[in-house]
Every structure is written in C-alpha cells, then in structure tokens.
C-alpha cells in the first residue's frame, strides 16, 4: 500500500488531520485567553499553533504549496478553533483538563500524518519518524516561544515528545506491514494514551540533575588508592623504575581510620589545593631541655620568696 494512501487520497485520515488542526486552535486559544490576548493575538497564535508543524514539514519533505495553504480547510479550522476559544471562556478545572487532552490527542494525530506522508514522499524511516515528531510538536514549540515561554516539550509537562516518537515509529509499522488504515486509529491512540497517562501520573523523564553522579568520602578515597596503585604499575613497566612510594608503605594506607565529612574534604587532603592550602608557619625556637632530671616541684611564685 502506497503510504499516501494514509493522508491524500484517505479521506478518514485527512479528517483526522483536520481534527488536529481545530483541537489545536482550541488549545492555543485557551492560552491566549489566559495572557488576555485580543481577536488578532488569538486569530494569530491559533494558526502558528495549529499550522506550524505541517508548515515545516511541508517545507522539508518540497510540498509546493504547504498543505495549510492549498486550500481554505487548514485556515479555517485553525480559526475556528481560535475562535471557539475566544467566545467561550472558560476558567474551570475540567475545561483546562480537556484543553490538556486535546492538546495531547492533536499531538497523536499529527505524528501519525506527518509519519505517513513523510514515508511517502520518499523519506528513510528514521528521518521519517523524526520529521513525524517534528510535526506534532512543531506548533507547540513555536507557540510557547511567541508567548515567552520555555516549550512543554523541554520538560516539566506531559510526555508530548514521547508521546508523538510512539505514535510515530507505530504510524510506520502499519505502513511497512501494509495494513488497513484504520490500524493509524490505534498508533494515535497508543501515542495519546502514554502522554495521557503522564499528565495524569505526573511522569517526566530524568533531568540532567537526576543523571549526576557524587562520590561519598570512602568512594573517594577507594579511587584515589586504585588510580595511585594502577599509575606506580605503569611507571614501573614503562621505565623499568622502582616505584618512588612502596606499595607496602602507602602513604594512604591510613584513610579509612581518618574521618572526612565529604568527598570534597577528602579530595583537598589527599591531592591538595594550592589556593586553600595555608601557608606553612615558621619554625619555632629550639628549646634546650637539661639532659639530667627535670625536678617537678613547680618554681616557687615571688609572694612565696618575700614570706620565705
């Protein structure tokens, strides 16, 4: 089955596409509600949002004209969306939960056309799915940067990106395995079920703060003898040199009786820290003991002296 079967002459997927374009313009109108946007901030961030995937991808793959511009249907929708949102306004807990799961199931339906038509223009799986991403998320993206704000797909939302690769890289099964359209209908599904169930779970991926890695002090200090002992080792195979430290008599051997409160602490000890380091104090006077006893009765104060 030709992959543009999917989109162009599949009249259930381009209702679908439709569908995505409208449901889009409804969640950007609901922002704009919320920033009081007036008619054109609404009529304008409802086409960026609901066209601008498509846009791109378009450009990529050489649609000539964009899908959103051969013809008025993507227009209208994307405004009808706008519009819907603008002339009801609706502050409720359950129009913003609606709002979120039609976001989410916009995003579904744009990986798995944008996926379909990418594969039948001609483009490798992978670049297709990566362009079907592209679609779902494009709009999103450019709509949070119009607004000023950091886009949901960057983390701290629900799992969009996630979401849309499931989507996409399903959308490309049924196409490789020449199946009936209607299998589309269950890689949106699978895609907006993932991102669905982490909005509601609260899911995200790992930040980069989570992938850290800290070393406590005895750790540190398990290191630092491994990285002495292999480097005594190399030097002794390359040169043929006796190690300057003996094994047997490292000065290191001592660290698990030394209490350190952290890694950092450990690391200044054991490798130094020319700035931290404090300058040496001078040497004291010799002080010349007798050689004979030393008498312990202590040295009689004056007072005792004048009574004596």
């Known amino acids: 089955m030709d992959p543009l079967e999917l ?3 599949n009249d259930l997927l381009r209702g679908l596409d439709l569908a995505g374009v409208f449901i889009m313009g409804v969640a950007a109108g609901a922002l704009a509600s919320r920033l009081n946007f007036d008619a054109v901030g609404f009529a304008i961030i409802g086409i960026v949002a609901g066209l601008g995937g498509g846009i791109v991808r378009d450009l990529i793959i ?23 949102s603008y002339l009801i ?22 990986a798995a056309t944008g996926t379909a038509k990418s594969i039948g223009y001609g483009l490798e799986p992978l670049p297709a799915v990566l362009l079907g991403v592209t679609s779902a998320v494009g709009g999103g993206v450019i709509r949070d940067v119009l ?6 797909i960057f983390g701290g939302g629900p799992l969009y990106a996630t979401g849309a690769l499931v989507t996409a890289v399903a959308t490309w099964g049924v196409a ?5 359209s209607a299998w589309v209908l269950a890689a949106v599904a699978l895609g907006a079920l993932l991102a669905g169930l982490a909005a509601w779970r ?20 398990s290191l630092v003898r491994r990285v002495r002992k292999d480097e005594r080792h190399r030097v002794a195979l390359e040169t043929g040199a006796i190690p300057v430290v003996d094994e047997s008599n490292d000065d290191f051997a001592d660290d698990a009786t030394i209490p350190d409160d952290d890694a950092a602490e450990f690391e200044r000890r054991a490798i130094g820290d020319e700035e931290s380091v404090e300058p040496p104090l ?6 010349d003991f007798p050689t ?9 104060a004056p007072e005792d002296d004048e009574r004596r």
């Open 282 to 287: 001078p040497p004291e006077d010799p002080v």
């Open 7 to 9: 989109l162009v002459t």
């Open 202 to 221: 609260r899911w995200h991926l790992p930040s980069h703060g989570e992938w850290q890695v800290t070393l406590s002090a005895s750790q540190m200090k």
């Open 147 to 152: 607004v000023g704000r950091v886009p949901a």
């Open 176 to 180: 490789a395995l020449g199946l009936p």
């Open 62 to 84: 050489g649609v000539d004209p964009p899908a959103a511009f051969d013809g008025p249907l993507y227009l209208a929708c994307a405004l009808a969306g706008s519009a819907f």
């Open 292 to 300: 004979g006893s030393v008498d312990a009765e202590p040295t009689p």
């Open 89 to 110: 306004a609706a502050e409720a807990t359950w129009w913003r939960r609606a709002v979120t799961g039609l976001d989410i199931l916009a995003m579904a339906l744009w």
